[in-house]
């Protein structure tokens, strides 16, 4: 695991990833991950320095006779976009916290530092790195590729989506959805593609106890091939 990062730019701005190297057979994991897992933290302790965003690779769903989570089995960047008070920043430094997996759950952390040199200013295998990385990240929601509608059921045990993909195809998309904060739902109960259309329910778990779902909102993630988008689910 290593920080990478190009120095701030005049107002600040700073580009960075968390990269994480599994070997293999293990896992690393998704923002929710699963029944057991943990999600990736950073945190970073340079004065001024803020992390204002972290974006998260589209994961897999690995399911086999000892897991069911939402993860990676593969080299992975989690861009980071940090904000420097001082554009001079010398020195950057993180504390992060991330679950491993083979057969069981084993929590990692790591300290990890870097310094900007002013004569190397340019950063070209970081800049390669930054653009791979950003390169895998969801798209956003377009009028070729949506959640058109979706909808719980009254006793909340099931979520019905109705999605627009980017082509036409006989295979049922995955779809992921993550609700409140530690719970993620991956089990289509039904599914029907024609084209471009495609209809799913999902089988909603349980949920923390009286849960209101008014006012919240949940996301999901549709992957169709190479192809994926994350979207808000918003409920009135």
């Known amino acids: 695991m ?3 990062a190009l120095p701030p730019d ?15 057979g293990w896992i690393t994991y998704w923002r929710e991950p699963g029944n057991s897992g943990i999600p990736p933290q950073v ?3 340079s004065e001024g320095v803020s992390l204002d965003k972290m974006s998260f690779p589209t994961p897999k769903h ?7 989570e939402v993860a990676y089995d593969a080299s992975v960047t989690f861009p980071l976009q940090l904000t420097a008070k001082d ?5 950057l430094k993180a504390t992060a916290f991330i679950g491993i997996c083979k057969e069981i759950c084993i929590p990692f952390q790591a300290e990890l530092s870097l310094t900007f040199e002013p004569s190397a200013r340019s950063r070209p295998e ?12 969801p798209e956003a929601a377009s009028s070729e590729f949506n959640v058109s509608d979706h909808r ?3 006793d909340m045990k099931e979520l019905s989506l109705t999605v627009t993909l980017p082509e036409s195809g006989e295979t049922a998309p995955e779809v992921i959805v993550a609700g409140p904060s530690g719970h993620v ?5 039904a599914t029907h593609r024609d084209g471009r259309s495609f209809t799913t329910t999902l089988s909603v778990g349980k949920l923390p106890k009286a849960y209101d779902i008014h006012g919240k909102t949940w996301s999901a993630l549709v992957i169709d091939g190479s192809r994926a988008i994350e979207t808000p689910l918003a409920f009135e």
């Open 87 to 91: 554009p001079a920043l010398h020195e």
């Open 185 to 189: 739902f991956t089990k289509q109960t």
């Open 62 to 68: 690995i399911v086999d006779d000892k897991v069911d």
């Open 10 to 24: 005049a107002s600040g701005s700073i580009r960075a990833g968390l990269q994480i190297e599994p070997k293999p």
């Open 152 to 154: 719980l059921s009254p």
């Open 126 to 137: 970081e800049e390669k790195i930054l653009r791979a990385a950003e390169a895998t990240l």
């Open 2 to 4: 290593r920080l990478i």
């Open 43 to 45: 945190g970073f302790s």
